[in-house]
């Protein structure tokens, strides 16, 4: 157990620091409102905005644009702007023009020109002034909810309305929310060649093209750690890496391994994943990192009972083959894309014997299935929708339903940004409440 509990320790360590490339060489800014109230991370005055870039500039830092990601040579910063809306012509503008600072503008095409949000004659003074104007896609619809046609018209709807409008050609587009998988990352290659999402990091040549990092601002660039961070590529959201280090009350250990949970996630996997599962003395931690074709997941559980696992998997389309190692020895695994609708996987103990397989699936817009059968837990399944209220925000209200160890459970469950919560019960002996942060 304490070989195990050292192993686990240097995983996470590993990464914490795997997108902190040594060729690290562009980091990247990201604001939503300027001169607006736009909560911790989103809004900003347009004095703060030129004291955070004047301030970079001084470090020795030269300013390029989202397009010009790969020709960086040296130590350079890209101020990227989100959305669309009209303070960023009328605030952000003008405060970057002054400092001869040029800045990409991700806007939701369907935005443009609706009240609060900027216009095409504005779109293209930017552009005329050095600003480069890429896509965020047509409505803002939260993408990993969608099957592969809905998240192709999307980006392609997007792309086309763009070029049509300011006459130069979108080779990039920042993912909504900042969330993306396999799927998207494939159809993004097809329609633009360059993605953003919003995990920390820095960009080198070596970085995926197709999620280079974007690191959340933070209340407390102003308060002097903003070098730091464009030295690091940090942001706050690291700190949900140290989460599952933390929790080491172990209970009576169990070799049962967790059937719904798959040992060589890819398809519908991002740059990073962190879960946390609660239930009555209960605690199941899971954390999912990929970096190009390789990801690693650790599975740690908490409280009465306890459970250790570390598996490593590696893609080759459409295959993923994972390998690793919990409570009950030796895990063998695999996965299978589904034509892009979702994915099968499943897994062997030999030393156990047990063996379990599953599926994820998103056959309609918005509705996600599970299913999961292990050899000794079971059974399991869970089915959620997106409730059809707030379109333009990716409908972040949900409703669930759940069978978990032969209990029908229901709840509810909502999106903040790239955070999500969710509460289920059977309204009788069981409750769980579930946190999930996404890269």
């Known amino acids: 157990m304490i070989k195990l509990k050292k192993a686990l320790m240097a995983a996470l360590a590993t990464l914490s620091l795997g997108s902190l490339s040594a060729q690290a060489e562009s980091f990247v800014l990201v604001y939503h409102r300027i001169g607006v109230s736009g909560g911790l991370t989103l809004g900003l005055s347009p004095e703060a905005l030129q004291k955070q870039v004047l301030e970079l500039k001084d470090q020795g830092y030269s300013f390029i644009l989202a397009s010009q990601v790969k ?60 600003w480069e104007i890429q896509s965020h896609t047509a409505s803002h619809a939260r993408l990993i909810d969608l099957p592969p046609a809905e998240i192709r018209a999307e980006l392609q709807k997007s792309k086309d309305t763009l070029e049509a409008n300011l006459g130069t050609p979108v080779p990039c587009v920042a993912y909504p929310y900042g969330l993306h998988d396999a799927r998207i990352r494939k159809i993004t290659a097809e329609v633009y060649g360059c993605g953003f999402g919003t995990l920390f990091g820095l960009n080198s040549n070596s970085t995926d093209e197709l ?59 991002g740059d990073m994943e962190y879960h946390l599962d609660v239930g009555w003395g209960q605690r199941q931690h899971t954390l999912k990192y990929r970096s190009h074709d390789f990801s690693v997941q650790a599975d740690l559980h908490r409280g009465i009972q306890s459970y250790n696992e570390i598996t490593a998997s590696y893609h080759l389309e459409p295959i993923t083959l994972g390998v690793g190692y919990g409570n009950g020895g030796v895990v063998l695994g695999a996965s299978a894309n589904l034509l892009d609708y979702g994915e ?70 909502a999106f903040l940004g790239s955070f999500k919560f969710k509460v289920s019960s059977d309204f009788r002996t069981t409750a769980k409440v579930s946190f999930s942060a996404l890269w």
């Open 71 to 130: 020709s960086c040579t040296g130590r350079c910063v890209i101020v990227t702007i989100d959305d669309g809306y009209e303070d960023v012509y009328t605030q952000a503008f003008p405060a970057l023009k002054e400092l001869g600072i040029p800045a990409t503008f991700f806007v939701i095409t369907e935005k443009v020109g609706t009240e609060g949000f900027v216009t095409w004659e504005q779109l293209k003074e930017m552009q005329a002034a050095g």
């Open 344 to 413: 099968a996987y499943g897994y062997y103990m030999p030393s156990t014997a047990d063996y379990g397989f599953g599926a994820e699936l998103l056959p309609l817009p918005y509705l996600r299935l599970k299913t999961s059968y292990g050899s000794k837990d079971g059974l399991m399944g869970s089915a959620e929708y997106a409730l059809p209220f707030t379109e333009g925000e990716g409908r972040p209200f949900r409703i669930n339903l759940d069978y978990d160890h032969q209990k029908w459970m229901v709840g509810g469950s």
């Open 211 to 269: 999620a280079y990092y974007r690191p959340f601002s933070s209340p407390l660039d102003d308060m002097g750690i903003l070098p730091f961070r464009a030295q690091t590529g940090l942001d706050h959201t690291a700190l949900f890496m140290l989460l599952p280090l933390a929790d080491w009350q172990l209970g009576t250990p169990v070799n049962t391994r967790d059937s719904s949970l798959n040992p060589a996630p890819y398809t519908l996997l």
